[in-house]
């Protein structure tokens, strides 16, 4: 999580901003290629150093997919107990709207 006023300045990996980044440096006119490769690296000054590859390929002027992986670690786990009362909610038009449940 990138949070600068909560004293977070990078995020370790952040596979969602590679992936529009590497679209959107693809959709540029000027880029004439089929493939557009990026590696990237985060994480760096906190420690904890990252490189995701990322990949988009075009079909003429038009992006038709993007591609993002890397290694993983594993650092942490967790659970979270969600009250019954909280996997009903309320739709706009104020209709009980049912939520899906592991049970």
Known sequence: MWAPALGVEEDAATGSAC??????????PDFAGT????????GVSM????????EARKS????????VGSATAYIASGEIEVPPSALVSQTS???????????
Request: no cysteine; hydrophobic share 35%.
């Open 19 to 28: 992936s529009a980044l590497v679209g959107a440096m693809a959709s540029k």
């Open 35 to 42: 493939d557009y490769r990026l590696s990237i690296q985060q």
């Open 47 to 54: 420690g904890r150093r990252s490189q995701i590859e990322a």
């Open 60 to 67: 003429g002027n038009v992006v038709t997919s993007v591609n």
């Open 93 to 103: 038009k104020g209709a009980p709207m049912r939520v899906n449940r592991r049970q």
